[in-house]
């Protein structure tokens, strides 16, 4: 037994007002907030440790050594997997 479309918009909207409307959220407290610029103002700098940066270079080298030997290992575009669109163009 279906309902007519209107019929049921209608139900549905009328248990979705009773579901979630009806219920009120409770007020959030009010939380001042400063601009980043006194933040940025406020926080003092401080310096990496030694340690710290050596980690940090370390894992820059086994970056750029990874990127260097993907770059060396690789062949190049395929030229027998182009594709007939790009075989007229060039």
Do not use: Y
Not at 37 to 51: I, Y
């Amino acid at each position: 037994m279906t309902q007519r479309p209107e019929t049921q918009e209608q139900s549905i909207k009328a248990r979705k007002s009773l579901l979630f409307e009806s219920e009120t959220r409770p007020a959030r407290p009010k939380i001042e907030r400063k601009p980043f610029a006194v933040l940025v103002r406020e926080t003092p700098a401080a310096p990496l440790s030694g340690g710290t940066k050596a980690i940090l270079w370390t894992l820059t080298l086994v970056v750029i050594g990874l990127l260097v030997a993907a770059l060396a290992t690789s062949r190049g575009p395929d030229p027998a997997r182009r594709t007939p669109a790009s075989a007229k163009s060039s």
